[in-house]
């Protein structure tokens, strides 16, 4: 390279270099200045995930919907237990054809009152059976509560680390397009080669389009946790580093096969097809009971109808057992209860595989993460300073600088990736088991 050629290269540099920060070198105070400097430009609402998981209780629509579900099979307890009405019968004369008279009422009255007993067990079983509706529309609100409560942990820490991406994107975004527009310059004046300025152009493309892909993701996100806390304003997750390092650390405080002892105590889907059994069985016996026979009981005061005048007799009904009246619903009942069994044991392996899955994964994602040590970071952090330093003073060419930098970037994102994908497979197995597996230091 010619000497005036080489003196525009370092003054482009400088031009570059003079509008970005001095290297740091240490890797996290490169993070948290990159991260500081995105934060002042993003607007929002900041939010610790204790407020946000407090909004959500308060707020969240779709919650306080599905308690509503409660309340309705309460009332169905309430409603099982109203017998039927007593049945009051009153005859009289409509035409006395001895005396030719119409409505002769003052020797011809009859009156009865009867009440329908049921027999077999019939209310208790129903009663039973709407108790037992209850337990599964709790169970269904702890679903609800579960999921959406899972979705907005994940969704906290998932926008954690997309703002993270999208303020290292920007900081190298700056850079390029400040040193790519004093290439361009340099271009018309013939100081430097097309290929360099279109090494360049190819780099700030493909920096544009990772940045189009992280802001995607973040609208995502808001819109997500705006409809989960039911708040209009998007969020910012208030969350330092430390408590997100302390996260990443965390492991389980019991083996696997302990997880998933706890999963099936207190996983709601698991639960949920366990009381659907229970409850199958509770409705089958119902629906048995219905074939009992009732009998209706009364008294019954006659003027002048029968053999005595102003008698009272006692009266009684129950219908002839000539077949069974329920048969098709009892066999109904009892294929639902099968059926019911058989999803316990679909809902436990899918627990399992789910759970099994999920450990896998952080396992690895958790492994390979901490197999980087702090001197490999650090390690970065120097290559990292002394590229961009030599670059400035023209020591090494546009070609190697854009290598490393190029390599930096995928490096840096794909570290914030398994950062965020231990977190949230952390999260799942915490939600599949309802249970904190991983003690958070940070919020449970």
């Known amino acids: 390279m010619t000497k005036r050629p080489l003196l525009f290269l370092m003054f482009l540099n400088s031009v570059a270099f003079a509008q970005q920060k001095p290297p740091l070198t240490d890797y996290k105070n490169i993070q948290e200045n990159i991260f500081s400097k995105n934060q002042t430009e993003l607007s929002g609402k900041k939010m610790t995930l204790l407020e946000c998981e407090d909004a959500f209780r308060k707020n969240n629509l779709s919650l306080l919907a599905q308690q509503y579900d409660i309340n309705q099979a309460e009332a169905d307890v309430i409603q099982a237990k109203i017998w039927e009405l007593p049945q009051l019968e009153v005859a009289t004369n409509a035409y006395d054809p001895q005396n030719k008279r119409v409505l002769h009422v003052g020797a011809s009255k009859d009156v009865s009152v009867s009440q329908l007993l049921y027999l077999g067990g019939k209310k208790k079983n129903e009663i039973e059976f709407a108790k037992s509706n209850v337990e599964l529309a709790k169970l269904q609100f702890s679903q609800v509560l579960a999921n959406l409560r899972a979705q907005l942990r994940t969704t906290f820490y998932a926008l954690y680390f997309e703002q993270h991406k999208l303020a290292d994107i920007n900081i190298q975004l700056d850079y390029l397009n400040n040193l790519l527009t004093a290439y361009k310059e340099e271009r018309k004046k013939g100081n430097v080669s097309l290929r360099d300025q279109v090494r360049l152009q190819t780099m700030a493309i493909d920096l544009t389009n990772e940045k189009t892909s992280a802001t995607n993701t973040m609208i995502s996100l808001q819109q997500q946790m705006r409809v989960l806390i ?215």
């Open 230 to 444: 039911s708040n209009q304003e998007d969020i910012l997750p208030n969350l330092s580093d430390d408590d997100a390092d302390r996260e990443l650390a965390i492991k389980p405080n019991v083996t696997i096969d302990k997880i998933f002892d706890l999963a099936y105590e207190n996983n709601a889907d698991y639960q949920f097809a366990v009381k659907t059994a229970e409850s199958s069985q509770l409705f089958t016996k119902w629906q048995q009971s219905l074939n009992s026979l009732d009998i209706s009981l009364g008294l019954e005061y006659s003027q002048n109808s029968g053999t005595f005048h102003n008698e009272i007799n006692v009266k009684a009904a129950i219908p002839l057992p000539l077949w069974k009246q329920n048969k098709g619903n009892i066999i109904k009942a009892k294929y639902a209860e099968e059926e019911a069994k058989k999803n316990i044991e679909v809902q436990r392996q899918l627990l399992e595989s789910q759970i099994r899955s999920n450990y896998q994964s952080w396992m690895n994602q958790y492994n390979q993460y901490f197999a980087i040590t702090a001197d490999d970071l650090h390690n970065i952090a120097v290559v990292y300073d002394g590229v961009f330093n030599n670059f400035r003073k023209g020591n090494i060419s546009l070609v190697e600088f854009t290598d490393f930098m190029d390599s930096y970037r995928i490096s840096i994102l794909k570290l914030y990736d398994m950062k965020k994908e231990i977190i949230l497979n952390a999260e799942q197995i915490n939600y599949l088991a309802q249970t904190p597996i991983f003690n958070s230091t940070h919020v449970n």
